[in-house]
């Protein structure tokens, strides 16, 4: 199991690297919920979760994970970037269904002035897309 | 050493039970960073963490831990709270160090309301402390 979970992860950064959609589709869970940074309320499903994390690595720059923290199927990754000229960190936590899916993820951002650069940029760009 | 950390963690809820600073002040580090959702840059310092960590358990209601992450000396935290009438979960990364003293504690929030009304919340508070 925990291996299936390992893998998951190992998937999840190569998306990161490589930014290749199918690599979502293939480890998100179809009923997935996405909880942003800017709403309380979550976007459910695969299509919706594929367009919004593909759109936010488009718009962070210099992206790098600085902490990996996990036991069993919860990961909550820290990661570094800047949006604009703001500095950011933030939290990918992630949790894992019995079949190693992602079936939740939730974002959080700090500071606060890069949290509005960030809404900013994301709402341009899902505009530019036709996603908003 | 794993038993250090566990006592710490312990600690850390004993005090979010109790809101008693002296268990604070056992249980950070001298030179704690604390990093708030806030401003970029980080508080130095056992007192002004101490300061920052009593006076937000005292502005968040119905607060609770729902979500533990941990691995050997880095733990995440995830919590759920109130601030006015908007619904917020937090997360509290927290790193130890080799004597089990909190050495570096990141705090994060969502989703933007909240954040925004928690700001508004806490500058109230601290000011009226003579703090801000």
Known sequence: MSER???????????????????LSEILADD????SPFVWKPKNGKQAAIAILTTVTEVFQEF???REIR???????EF???VSEFDLRGVDLIE?????????????IRPANALAALGAAMSKKLAEKGLL
């Open 80 to 82: 570094a970037a800047k």
């Open 96 to 108: 894992l269904d019995d079949n190693g899916k992602i079936i939740d993820f939730e974002v959080m």
């Open 64 to 66: 790098s994970y600085v």
């Open 32 to 35: 997935v919920k996405l909880h």
């Open 5 to 23: 979970y390992s893998q998951t992860l190992e998937r999840w950064h190569e998306f990161i690297k490589t930014l290749d959609a199918s690599i």
């Open 71 to 77: 036991s069993e199927n919860q990961f909550c990754l």
